[in-house]
């Protein structure tokens, strides 16, 4: 299939454009979706990809990069990725863009995702840590084990628990 934009390049993505109800794909080659088609595939006829920025932002975001001129702009240090072009664009240049421009992102994101602070998954924790963790629980339960047994008098049990705890600290493997 051809792009819907050029049409002389394969059409390697698509968009699927969800209006009242109503669903509307879109074809575009990479080059057309990389060039902004995907935007515009995205938008009503007429409407800029800032506009669409700041109708999902606010109105904040958008009147706040409009009142400075592009040459007075701050730049992040690293990436060199002004507030304008990340409104443009619709994302940081990279992680460090949060801090450069924390004080004009911090109304925005907080209106966005409720606060600031991050709540969603943490980075895989180190799997030895965490088996370490498991042998310390199962050696703790087994404890309690062990002396519900003797004061129980069920020594059989109680010798079998001593066993399994001596294999636990010994690094044998888990329960």
Do not use: W
Not at 24 to 47: F, I, N, V
Not at 139 to 159: D, F, K, S, T
């Amino acid at each position: 299939m051809l792009c819907e934009q050029c049409r002389q390049r394969e059409a390697t993505t698509h968009i699927r454009r969800v209006t009242g109800g109503t669903a509307e794909d879109h074809y575009l080659c990479a080059e057309c979706a990389r060039a902004g088609g995907a935007a515009s595939a995205l938008t009503s006829p007429g409407m800029q990809l800032l506009d669409l920025f700041s109708g999902l932002l606010g109105n904040h975001f958008a009147a706040q990069e409009q009142a400075v001129p592009r040459a007075a702009a701050g730049r992040c240090e690293f990436c060199g990725s002004s507030l304008r072009e990340i409104a443009q664009e619709g994302r940081m240049g990279c992680a460090r863009c949060y801090e450069a421009f924390y004080d004009q992102l911090q109304p925005t994101l907080r209106r966005v995702h409720g606060e600031l602070k991050h709540n969603g998954k943490r980075p895989a924790e180190d799997p030895q840590a965490a088996r370490r963790r498991r042998t310390e629980r199962e050696l703790e339960q087994l404890r309690e084990a062990i002396g519900a047994a003797v004061r129980e008098e069920r020594y059989e049990e109680a010798a079998r628990l001593r066993d399994e705890i001596r294999r636990l600290e010994e690094g044998g493997g888990e329960a």
